[in-house]
């Protein structure tokens, strides 16, 4: 029978495409204070320090491409419903296949006006000061910073609450309100963890199997699976 497969992905998803996470020891913010590179006040304090740590960071996606991981997640659409929830700004689920992605922390390759959140504009270059939107406003990347709400979560809530199954992979499930959103499931429905080095769930009464593997060698096995 189809089901309704989520998928909650965090950076460790790309991770084997060659894109650094966050938090492991030799991290992306290493070497950046994280308030000086992705929040308002560090967008205020330094425009260029912010948009040239996108810029690198935007390039760096031109040239990586999807792994084995986010292959088999698109997999799982020819049996099931899938809905991909992610942290992650790059496009790599999208390119991969998958055809339901969400981003919950926005894209790498789109800007946005500062003064309307809602122009925003498909961007695969540098992005500097003086780029403006049609009525001359500064644009700014496309990425929910520390500090500023999340506008897609109650989407992504109502998702978890249907889903038959969930699957969480590569995310450190230190940064709320995505942490969260594993608390939404049905309590009966299983929920799968993959991760090699996996946080430990509170608050979630299911059933949680841990996969403490990559995310390319975790969806090998849960393709094994029968859902
Ligand atoms: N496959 C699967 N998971 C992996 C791999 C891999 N090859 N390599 C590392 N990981 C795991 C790590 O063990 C860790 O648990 O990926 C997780 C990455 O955690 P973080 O770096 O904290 O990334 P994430 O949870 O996505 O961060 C959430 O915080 O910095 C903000 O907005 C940013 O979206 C990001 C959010």
């Given at each position: 029978?189809?089901?309704?497969?989520?998928?909650?992905?965090?950076?460790?998803?790309?991770?084997?495409?060659?894109?650094?996470?966050?938090?492991?020891?030799?991290?992306?913010?290493?070497?950046?204070?994280?308030?000086?590179?992705?929040?308002?006040?560090?967008?205020?304090?330094?425009?260029?320090?912010?948009?040239?740590?996108?810029?690198?960071?935007?390039?760096?996606?031109?040239?990586?491409e999807?792994?084995?991981?986010?292959?088999?997640?698109?997999e799982?659409?020819?049996?099931?419903e899938?809905?991909?929830?992610?942290?992650?700004?790059?496009?790599?689920?999208?390119?991969?296949?998958?055809?339901?992605?969400?981003?919950?922390?926005?894209?790498?390759?789109?800007?946005?006006?500062?003064?309307?959140?809602?122009?925003?504009?498909?961007?695969?270059?540098?992005?500097?000061l003086?780029?403006?939107?049609?009525?001359?406003?500064?644009?700014?990347?496309?990425?929910?910073?520390?500090?500023?709400?999340?506008?897609?979560?109650?989407?992504?809530?109502?998702?978890?609450?249907?889903?038959?199954?969930?699957?969480?992979?590569?995310?450190s499930?230190?940064?709320?309100?995505?942490?969260?959103?594993?608390?939404?499931?049905?309590?009966?429905?299983?929920?799968?963890y993959?991760?090699?080095?996996p946080?430990?769930?509170?608050?979630?009464?299911?059933?949680?199997?841990v996969?403490?593997m990559?995310?390319?060698?975790?969806?090998?096995?849960?393709?094994s699976?029968?859902?």
């Amino acid at each position: 029978m189809k089901k309704k497969i989520v998928i909650l992905s965090g950076a460790g998803m790309s991770a084997e495409s060659g894109i650094k996470t966050f938090r492991d020891a030799d991290g992306l913010w290493e070497g950046h204070d994280i308030m000086e590179v992705a929040s308002p006040i560090g967008w205020v304090k330094n425009p260029d320090l912010v948009l040239d740590f996108y810029n690198k960071r935007r390039a760096q996606l031109l040239e990586v491409e999807p792994n084995r991981g986010h292959y088999l997640v698109a997999e799982l659409e020819k049996k099931h419903e899938v809905y991909v929830i992610t942290q992650n700004v790059d496009d790599l689920h999208e390119r991969s296949g998958s055809t339901n992605v969400l981003h919950l922390h926005g894209e790498l390759f789109k800007v946005r006006s500062t003064k309307s959140d809602t122009l925003i504009y498909d961007w695969r270059k540098d992005l500097h000061l003086g780029d403006v939107d049609h009525e001359g406003n500064q644009l700014r990347p496309h990425i929910v910073w520390f500090g500023e709400e999340v506008p897609a979560i109650d989407q992504a809530i109502k998702i978890v609450q249907d889903a038959d199954i969930l699957i969480v992979i590569g995310t450190s499930l230190q940064v709320y309100p995505a942490a969260g959103l594993i608390s939404y499931a049905n309590n009966q429905i299983p929920i799968y963890y993959i991760d090699p080095k996996p946080a430990t769930m509170y608050d979630v009464a299911n059933a949680v199997t841990v996969i403490p593997m990559t995310a390319g060698e975790g969806m090998e096995k849960i393709i094994s699976y029968e859902l």
